[in-house]
């Protein structure tokens, strides 16, 4: 005795959670697949990118100028993360890197803390877009339905400049072979600091268009992190369109999951995971072999 | 405890009785400091939870941030018997637990063990979310739920002649110190058995433990159901401490705070966590309490930690050792072995017996130890091995020689069956171990030598060679961690002998990282010699050499040849001339032609592969 | 912990003459002592009354979800501490007894970050304890803390008087004798808001429920369904959210497809926040009216956009109770003058707790825990913020009215913090449950 209406509504919920989810993981997946460091902060940078998008708000009032603000002090944080510590620990085993990204996001968390305090913060979502709109199935937030756009035109950006451009391709093959890349005289160091700044931005961008959403607190991007390590291993590590894929299921299965039984919508997510690891270890679209 | 040597020096028992003396003056000790006896507590249960971490991770290399999970289902376990059940005795329910917490740990570790380094370090971060989450919600009948499961007891013990109450404070932390103590025990004999021995390994270079003959998943299985009992044990230790058993055992928080504990401490000490959990606590107590700090107090730990990550790589206790170490140079300067002057092999070692090669199945005239049919490796639209039809006769010295690009690697690699071929058989000593694993067929008596060394880089000459030993006289799985690593019969000899035929005898103290390349390169061979291999194949065993060492090592295959057969690769072709009975040309995936040195050297189709066919007055 | 072997000094005879004084003084059920050696040592007495001074450890979130509400709720400690120190008028009027500082020592205090994490308070308390000695314990926000920190008290004999717990069970089946609660609870909270949402929306409607999940959520939940059944009212769907779900889209899809007429969101702290604005966002806030039965401090302001205009709500108390309880409005003028805010509930129940500590101990005269809880459990009542007050014995719950109060439309608001109107003051005795209703079982004295 399925409601039809809800039913929609939830799989089209799904698509909006999911959108957001594959555009974060995007990011995590070419900083792993090129890097080979996974990256533990992650979330926080989720997190960071909508603080640093607020703080452009209260100044200037314009959700534009915000969203920039977020996307780009991300760019320029990765990047800055990159050279000045992960780069060291390029020849250091892989659980040293795990350690040290999973210690920076403690201290970003807690320096949010320590300026911001623990109360959330409002984003508001800028005006033509708040509201609600009829889908017909559906009443939703008008700005959900716009984020939707948003996140598949970062995506499709994201998608132009790894497959369309000289430097997507330098990283593509950087993710199959970095050794190769760098032996083909590429400054692979270089490579390495754009595509995490790129990977920081994408969380970035999420965390500041996520931001009139959910508020923003310390916290918000603890479970975001899980939820992406979760997407990374059902699409594949190191595949773009594997993230995207890996995205959406999950997002879909978040929401199908809670019209059933709203509580288990998370193990839901970790069984899936659970099944893509015995089945197919190497995720749905990511090439076998890879660690 | 110094994680990376295996062989224990120091007279027996000084940990162990420092331990116990340190455990007993320190309630006389510690007030005076200070420390609050719940502090004392509580640092001892993280202590005895990271024991078991640090021989995961430490020890095994396998970082897990779910280890709350068996925490808290070991804690859970045990205060539901204790609180809810009724259950009378408290040991009894810690050890119930603590095996629950193991029994979930296999369980969980055949999941997540299918996966290796970040993945399965994602894994294990997932399923602390869902224990968690499982805890809270589904079965909150017998945990409590958020409120977690109040009132568990304090042990108690009647012996007849004597009541022992341990109640709270400075009363229990005999019983506290106790249980640490036995833990400390147990997991010293632990890492200083073989079974230790190979965990270091595996931590070092599982790809080469797992082709030296160890069955490396059934040890990392095992090394997380080790660490699964000590945090189920741990778990119910807090329990009782607190005479209440918290949700919050269960949550992502209390692994990642184990995980940081552990690097603070110094991982591969198992006294590691220890030290780490004191600093915790003390630092929460001493910045939350004397300097006010407030909230902020978690933001300088984590800057705290990121600096000894970066810098201390092992903690405060590997930067005490250092420094230590340091200070004994300065006082007395040891002259250091010229790492370049490599130790000359003396080539008259063929006095020195041959290691019994695996006693051949098959007789030993006619039939080939090695066939293989049709073998045939494609990787995506490239073909790499076409359909190779190669056979080597018991005793023999074959070559293989070809140009670049001509897939010798990667049929020396199917013929360790560390690559599954596309297609095509191979019989070895009349069993066909086509898709088996490379683990198997080094117990079989096949094994390989590589092109790029791989050692077991933080351990010694002897050291790597005990690794590769342990496996033959062991087999490839076998759970003695109670035993010690010099109780192993043969292993001494088997060990001597295999340094003794490549002649690194004088140099079987050094640590890998000092070695001259020459010597890595023996150490190489030695590492693929030391189970006795009936068949031994060497990838490129002269590659990069010195004329003079090429000369060395010539030598050295031609005693080890003695009583095995052997299968070289490698583009030397005057050395593989001087060595081989017989060469097998490969190009472009094929075999161009097969024959003795002298058919090959005059062969024109072999000139034409290497030249591209220039001159053929040329010929010689 | 101390030794019991001492000549007899001034401070024996000092109290054995408060423990007559006080004996001969306390209605009802009173044992009058004699002799100092019928108050054996237990817990940290007498080791932490030796001084001039005594000492309450607090332990309150000040960082995680509940971290706003944990600093409202400080604040009240703090004043409370500081009228008691100084013997203020205000807390004379509550407890009589009071002259200065409690049976004449100073009060100090020390307080933790718990994090709403029981086991962080535990820790901390423990080491408050053992290294100071504390008297007294508080802090909660979250039930299981209250929980944890109750048999904590019983455990170590020391007294533990709850901050926020809104749980049935903290003097219900986690009841301890060495626990007590001020505020309200599920039970009296769902008894309270029942009637006055029958009567505001009529009979036989549908419900929706948004529960956290954890047992909090749950019992409130439960108290609800079980009184708006006799109303008719059905509940057309319960969606239960884990704790901390930054996302509600699905479950609030799910509600705004159930058909339900009112939308029970019975999250808390940041969670509330949360829900309430996403629901509005998805126009469910048009469709359904929303009810909280377990109002949040702060819920108004932070989750802004007036979404609180008319919304019914339960709350312990609010500030503009000034205008109906002379008590009231000393409590919030001098909370005002110290802090630049008008106090939340938290803050009001902080301050009461403390206060009825002080007349506890004060009507026992000595801090022997025994003695003070049957202080306690005498029944005397009190004068409090909201008219008059006192503890059941049966579970050490206090008897005390429950506040229901009115989201005010934007333009109606007075000033910036003037978010709802009190409609209804409830006699808590008609709301509470019978005392072993819930399974309390207090422990033993000693």
């Known amino acids: 005795m399925i409601n039809w209406a809800n039913f929609i509504s939830q799989v089209f919920n799904g698509l909006a959670l999911g959108a957001l989810l594959a555009l974060i993981s995007s990011g995590l997946t070419i900083i792993y697949g090129t890097l080979g460091v996974l990256n533990l902060a992650h979330g926080a940078m989720f997190m960071l990118g909508g603080y640093a998008g607020f703080v452009a708000y209260q100044a200037t009032g314009s959700y534009i100028v915000a969203v920039a603000a977020g996307a780009l002090s991300l760019l320029v944080l990765g990047i800055l993360m990159e050279r000045v510590i992960i780069r060291h620990f390029y020849g250091r085993p892989h659980e040293d890197q795990l350690l040290v990204t999973f210690g920076l996001s403690i201290c970003f968390v807690e320096l949010v803390r320590f300026f911001f305090g623990s109360e959330s913060r409002n984003v508001p ?82 965390g500041i268009v996520n931001a009139p959403v959910v508020s923003l607190t310390p916290e918000v991007g603890e479970a975001i992190l899980v939820q992406t390590f979760v997407v ?28 059933i039984n709203p509580g288990y919508a998370y193990v839901m997510l970790f069984a899936a995971m659970t099944l893509v690891l015995m089945l197919r270890p190497h995720g749905l679209l990511g090439t076998p072999g890879r660690e | 405890m110094n994680a990376d040597r295996l062989y224990d020096r120091s007279p027996r028992f000084v940990i162990e009785l420092i331990t116990a003396g340190c455990l007993v003056a320190a309630p006389f000790v510690l007030p005076y400091l200070g420390a609050a006896p ?62 629950a917490a193991a029994a979930v740990g296999y369980l969980v570790g055949l999941v997540a063990l299918r996966r290796t380094g970040i993945y399965f370090a994602m894994i294990t971060v997932a399923i602390a979310e869902v224990f968690y989450f499982v805890e809270f919600n589904p079965l ?68 080469r433990a797992a082709a030296v003959g160890h069955n490396v998943h059934g040890y990392k299985l095992a090394a997380f159901v080790i660490a699964a009992a000590y945090a189920g044990l741990a778990g119910g230790l807090l329990g009782v401490m607190q005479a209440f058993m918290p949700p919050d055992a269960f949550m992502f928080e209390t692994s990642g705070q184990l995980v940081m504990q552990t690097a603070i401490g110094g991982r591969g000490t198992l006294f590691g966590p220890l030290v780490g959990a004191s600093v915790w606590l003390f630092l929460q107590d001493f910045l939350q309490g004397t300097l006010g700090l407030g909230a902020s107090w978690k933001l300088v730990l984590g800057i705290v930690f990121v600096l000894l990550v970066a810098f201390l790589r092992q903690g405060i206790i590997g930067g005490i050792r250092d420094l230590v170490r340091w200070l004994r140079h300065r006082a007395a300067p040891v002259q250091e072995v010229a790492a370049e002057e490599a130790a000359p092999i003396v080539p008259a070692d063929r006095h020195v017996a041959p290691l019994p090669a695996h006693a051949v199945s098959h007789g030993a005239g006619g039939e080939p130890i090695l066939r293989a049919s049709g073998l045939t490796k494609r990787y995506g639209g490239l073909l790499a091995n076409a359909d190779i039809d190669f056979a080597v006769m018991q005793g023999e010295i074959r070559g293989i020689i070809g140009p670049n690009g001509a897939g010798k690697s990667t049929f020396f690699k199917m013929l360790t069956c560390e690559v599954a071929p ?62 010690s690593l010099l109780n192993v019969k043969g292993l001494q000899e088997q060990v001597e002998r295999t340094l003794a035929l490549v002649g690194l005898t004088a140099r079987r103290d050094v640590p890998v990282a000092q070695l001259a390349y020459g010597e890595k390169r023996r150490l190489e061979i030695a590492l693929a010699l030391a189970s006795s291999p009936a068949l031994l194949l060497l990838d490129e065993p002269l590659a990069g050499m010195s004329p003079r060492e090429r000369v060395e090592t010539v030598g050295l295959l031609k005693s080890i040849a003695l009583g095995r057969t052997m299968i070289i690769i490698d583009h030397d072709m005057d050395s593989l001339f001087e060595l081989a009975g017989r060469i097998t040309v490969l190009q472009e995936g094929r075999v161009l032609v097969e024959g003795t040195p002298e058919e090959i050297k005059s062969d024109a189709k072999v000139q034409e592969a290497y030249l591209g066919g220039v001159n053929e007055d040329l010929a010689a | 912990m101390s030794n019991s072997k001492h000549s007899p000094t001034r401070r024996d005879f000092m109290r054995l003459g408060l423990g007559a004084a006080g004996g001969l003084a306390a209605s009802g059920g009173f044992i009058p002592r004699v002799f100092a050696a019928d108050q054996p040592p237990i817990g940290t007495f007498p080791a932490g009354v030796s001084g001039s001074s005594v000492f309450i450890g607090i332990a309150v979130p000040r960082t995680g979800t509940y971290a706003v509400q944990g600093e409202d709720e400080l604040k009240g400690w703090q004043l409370a501490v500081e009228h008691l120190n100084s013997g203020h008028p205000l807390m004379k009027q509550i407890s009589p007894k009071t002259k200065k500082g409690v049976l004449g020592k100073e009060v100090k205090y020390g307080v933790a970050d718990s994090a709403a994490k029981p086991n962080d308070a535990v820790q901390a308390e423990q080491r408050f304890i053992t290294e100071n000695k504390a008297v007294l314990m508080t802090g909660s926000t979250s039930s299981a803390v209250a929980v944890a920190l109750n048999k904590l008290a019983q455990r ?20 301890v004798r060495y626990g007590f609660r001020q505020n309200f609870y599920g039970q009296t909270a769902a008894a309270a808001i029942g009637p006055v949402i029958v009567k505001a929306y009529g009979k036989n409607k549908k419900v929706a429920y948004l529960t956290p999940d954890y047992t909090y959520g749950h019992t409130v939940t439960k108290s609800c369904q079980d009184y708006l059944a006799t109303a008719g ?153 909201v008219g008059e007050v006192y503890i059941r014995k049966e579970d050490h719950q206090c008897v005390r009215p429950v506040i229901i109060v009115q989201g005010k ?8 913090e003037d978010f709802w109107n009190v409609l209804e003051i409830v006699p808590g005795e008609g709301l509470m449950q019978k005392p072993d209703a819930f399974g309390c079982k207090l422990g033993d004295y000693t």
């Open chain 2, 38 to 99: 719940n502090t004392v507590n509580r640092i001892l249960v993280w202590g005895l939870f990271g024991i078991g971490f640090d021989i995961l991770f430490g020890y095994t290399g396998l970082l897990s941030f779910g280890q709350s999970a068996l925490y808290g289902t070991g804690g859970m376990v045990a205060a539901y018997l204790l609180t809810r059940a009724g259950f009378p005795h408290v040991v009894t329910a810690l050890v119930i637990g603590m095996v």
């Open chain 3, 156 to 175: 170590e004999k020391v007294l533990y008087v709850t901050g926020i717990s809104g749980s049935n069970d903290t003097t219900g089946k986690d009841c």
């Open chain 3, 409 to 416: 439309k934007q333009a109606e608001m007075k000033n910036k």
């Open chain 1, 125 to 206: 979502p800028p005006g033509p877009l708040s509201g609600v709109v009829s889908l017909g199935f559906a009443i939703y937030p008008t700005y959900r339905v716009a984020l939707m756009g948003i996140v598949a035109v970062a995506l499709v950006v994201l998608f132009l400049v790894l497959y369309r451009t000289r430097l997507g391709m330098i990283v593509r093959a950087g993710i199959e072979d970095a050794v190769m890349v760098d032996s083909l005289g590429i400054d692979v160091y270089r490579v390495f600091m754009v595509v995490f700044g790129i990977g920081a931005m994408a969380a970035g961008f999420a």
């Open chain 3, 233 to 385: 009212w059905t509940t057309v769907t319960n969606q239960v959210a884990p704790l901390g779900a930054p996302d509600y889209s699905s479950y609030l899809l799910n509600v705004a497809n159930s058909g339900a007429d009112v939308l029970i969101n019975v999250n808390w702290g940041h969670d509330a926040v949360l829900s309430t604005q996403q629901a509005q966002r998805f126009g469910i806030l048009d469709k359904m009216k929303l009810v909280i039965p377990y109002q949040i401090p702060f819920l108004a302001p932070e989750v802004g956009n007036n979404l609180t205009a008319g919304v019914y709500a339960a709350t312990d108390f609010w500030w503009t109770l000034e205008d109906k309880f002379p008590l009231a409005k000393m409590f919030v003028d001098e909370f005002r003058k110290k802090f630049g805010y008008n106090p939340e509930w938290g803050a009001n129940n902080a301050y009461m707790s403390f206060a009825m500590w002080a007349d506890a101990v004060e009507n026992a005269g000595t801090f022997y825990p025994p003695d003070v809880i049957k202080s306690f459990e005498a029944g005397r009542k009190l004068q409090s913020t």
């Open chain 2, 140 to 207: 909150s009948e017998f945990t409590g739920g958020e409120n977690g499961l109040p009132g568990v007891p304090t042990p108690r013990f009647d012996l007849g002649f004597v009541k022992l109450d341990f109640s709270t404070g400075w009363s229990l932390y005999p019983f506290l110190a106790f249980c640490y103590f036995l833990g400390i025990v147990v997991a010293l004999r632990i890492v200083r058995s073989p079974f230790g021995a190979v965990l270091r390994a595996i931590r070092d270079n599982p790809l």
């Open chain 2, 422 to 483: 596309t297609s095509g058989t191979i019989v070895f000593e009349g069993s066909d171990i086509t898709g088996r694993s490379v683990t198997d067929v080094c117990q079989l008596g096949l094994t390989k030598s590589y092109q790029v060394n791989q050692l077991f880089n933080r351990l010694t000459v002897r050291e790597n060679v005990t690794i590769a030993a342990l496996a033959e006289l062991r087999g490839k799985f076998r759970l003695d961690m109670l035993r």
């Open chain 1, 232 to 259: 990374v291993v059902i699409g594949g590590v190191g595949s773009f369109p594997g993230a995207v894929l890996g995205g959406l299921i999950a997002g879909e299965i978040i929401s199908i999951t809670s019209m």
